[in-house]
């Protein structure tokens, strides 16, 4: 199938999608191979459905059943070809960390007024950037679309296909210095968003606060806290960090035509989504901060301060369960030491580590009365399950590769709503 043939399948399409039950009739399938599932087995039963076309990587005896080599290069394709025919607000939220709390802050916030969109959970990179584009379909007025990078040159390849409207940055972090190397090299491919987006006519947001993005003058300087923007703006106490990520949720919103009290209404009712500082309320004094799913050293500093005043908050002792931070590069075993020297300053009740780069470091230090390691779930005794169930509040925080909240399940249960 060549350039020609795509566009004009895109222009009779309706919508496209990788998943079986969210293509209907005038509809494109991706068909994607997965490492347990392989999309090809429902290409028969959809087409029997009267679905436009399905992409494939193997004949399928039918007409409509397109082959192509390679079926994940070609929904890259049909998603910049459905982004193309979008008219409408495309947001892209970038940032070391708090991308994913401020998404759904903007979401909470514009779909008061507009049919919205955004990406689930952190699907973010290569496969999960087209994703949240197979949700443009006939009727949505705004995309929020996360965008992560894990190496140089990732930026620009995602930014072409999303093609923001605008644009916002949250930080600069030590984030996957693997291959970025240090701070500066972190700014320099975060940055790309920001010009990209104002280079194709858009509108950018930066926190004033940051001392990297603030360097990005030709981006709208946010304020670091609601009210500033809008004295009506008032919401309630929260983390210096939460409240710059409303700000520029907040920013955003006012340009395109939102209420002050809309805004204000929708911030104080929004929630952290679990995984990403969701507060687990036990009982009245056992609560649990459930940021397990993403850590570098900045998000750690972050997740530190809020535990602490919200601990105090709660007149409560503090308690931790902290794993490793991948992607660190050269640097990691510095990095490593600095948090738990930083955990240490907090003097919290317990503290339990998880993960081999602690653990090598920590070894000569332990066991000890307060701080315990361990490798697993499995290693968990009943006396340190009960330390942890004590009243108190309990941060848990690590990189998802170190399969924190298997740890955290095995002490709390598994996580309910109440």
């Not at 190397?181 to 940051?210: C, H, M, Q, W």
Request: glycine share 8%; net charge neutral.
């Amino acid at each position: 199938m060549n350039e020609k043939e795509l566009q004009s399948l895109v222009d009779r399409a309706t919508h496209f999608s990788s998943h079986s039950k969210e293509v209907g009739e005038g509809g494109i399938f991706v068909a994607l191979r997965g490492e347990n599932l392989d999309a090809h087995d429902f290409v028969p039963e959809l087409l029997k459905k009267g679905i436009l076309a399905a992409i494939v990587e193997k004949d399928m005896g039918d007409p409509r059943a397109l082959v192509v080599p390679n079926a994940q290069e070609t929904h890259w394709k049909i998603a910049s070809l459905f982004r193309k025919k979008f008219k409408g607000v495309v947001i892209g939220v970038g940032g070391s960390s708090g991308k994913t709390s401020t998404k759904e802050l903007l979401y909470s916030v514009l779909s008061q007024k507009f049919k919205c969109v955004k990406t689930e959970k952190s699907q973010n990179g290569l496969l999960g950037i087209p994703k949240t584009l197979e949700k443009l379909r006939p009727g949505i007025e705004v995309a929020i679309v996360e965008i992560g990078i894990d190496a140089p040159n990732e930026m620009l390849r995602n930014v072409s296909l999303v093609q923001p409207t605008h644009a916002l940055l949250t930080s600069i972090g030590e984030e996957h210095l693997l291959l970025l190397k240090n701070l500066e090299g972190v700014f320099t491919e975060e940055r790309i968003l920001v010009d990209e987006t104002i280079k194709r006519g858009g509108k950018a947001y930066v926190p004033s606060s940051d001392n990297y993005l603030s360097r990005l003058k030709e981006a709208q300087s946010v304020p670091s806290v609601p009210s500033v923007l809008d004295p009506s703006l008032k919401v309630e106490a929260q983390d210096k960090h939460t409240l710059q990520n409303m700000a520029l949720a907040a920013s955003v919103a006012l340009d395109l035509g939102l209420s002050s009290d809309l805004i204000r209404d929708a911030l104080n009712k929004a929630q952290p989504l679990d995984g990403r500082g969701l507060k687990w309320r036990l009982s009245d004094k056992l609560w649990v901060i459930r940021d397990h799913y993403n850590a570098n050293p900045s998000s750690m500093a972050v997740a530190f301060e809020s535990a602490v005043n919200f601990a105090r908050e709660k007149a409560l002792p503090l308690r931790l369960i902290l794993g490793d931070m991948r992607e660190l590069g050269e640097g990691s075993k510095g990095y490593h030491q600095e948090l738990i020297e930083k955990a240490r300053v907090l003097n919290p009740e317990a503290i339990l580590w998880v993960g081999e780069e602690l653990g090598a470091l920590l070894k000569s230090e332990l066991p000890s009365k307060q701080w315990h390691l361990v490798d697993s779930q499995s290693e968990l005794s009943g006396d340190l399950v009960k330390e942890f169930k004590k009243d108190g509040v309990v941060l848990v925080k690590a990189s998802r590769g170190t399969a924190l909240e298997k740890v955290m399940d095995r002490i709390f249960g598994l996580h309910t709503t109440a």
